[in-house]
């Protein structure tokens, strides 16, 4: 994805600069970030308990989550048992994998950026003094 588009309308390199199309939605919530985390940080997969107690999430909450990643390909769920008791582990399809890994590389994006912005910022203090709040 460019960082700097620009049109032949005569709009600057910077216009869209800091509107970071790559942030998907599904992706971006809290809860989320934190399940697809685990997941990417574990990649053969996490039981349902696992995940609950590495996300702080009741059960309700992160079976939620877990559908909205699930119905949108990111995570796909196996069912399995030890001894009678059933058990679900989920873990990143490889497009989910691909997909969070992109996700990961906007948000470095906006780290840079603002870490930029942050040390031009004294300078442009510095430029500004003729300048007050309004």
């Known amino acids: 994805m460019p960082r700097h588009r ?3 309308k005569g709009t600057t390199a910077n216009a869209g600069r800091f ?5 998907d ?24 308990n ?3 107690q590495m996300c702080s999430l009741t059960d ?4 939620r989550h877990l559908a909205v990643l ?4 990111l995570v796909e769920i ?11 582990m989920y873990r ?3 497009g989910g994998r691909c997909r969070f890994a992109e996700y990961i590389g906007v948000l470095e994006e906006v780290v840079a950026d603002a870490q930029i912005d942050v040390q031009s910022d004294a300078r442009q203090h510095r430029m500004s003094k003729r300048w007050s709040p309004g």
């Open 6 to 8: 620009s049109s032949k």
């Open 19 to 23: 509107s970071y199309e790559g942030l």
């Open 25 to 48: 939605r599904v992706m971006h919530e809290k809860a989320r970030l934190g399940i697809l985390a685990s997941l990417a940080a574990n990649a053969g997969g996490l039981l349902f």
């Open 50 to 52: 696992d995940l609950k």
């Open 60 to 63: 309700g909450n992160l079976s």
């Open 70 to 73: 699930s119905d949108a390909g």
């Open 78 to 88: 196996w069912k399995g048992t030890k001894g009678s008791r059933p058990q679900t």
């Open 92 to 94: 990143l399809t490889a």
